[in-house]
């Protein structure tokens, strides 16, 4: 006989430019960026947060985000491309929670 089994999948945490919090393995996408793939994202704290930059996949463009590795907090840099008409750099605080 055979079992079946569910799986819950949580939606991203989306990110303006204001802080954020979330649960350990959510993924936060940090989204308005003109040239998302040309952005340059950093933490100050790799142990609690996996940084991933924007990039350009050909057919569709991806945004920076992060994924949440454990319990604590880091901010987050993200350095706009000279495309953005905002040029405003981006310094926030991420929560991450068990």
Known sequence: MATSTSTTV????????????AEVGRTIYFYGWEDPA???????????LKVIPGADHGSWTSTPCAEGLRPGT????????????????????ITITA
């Open 10 to 21: 949580l939606p991203p945490v989306m990110v303006g430019r204001s802080t954020a919090s």
């Open 38 to 48: 040309n952005t340059r994202i950093s933490t100050d704290n790799p142990e609690v």
């Open 74 to 93: 880091a901010c987050v840099k993200i350095v706009p491309s000279s495309a953005d008409p905002d040029g405003c750099v981006l310094t926030t605080q």
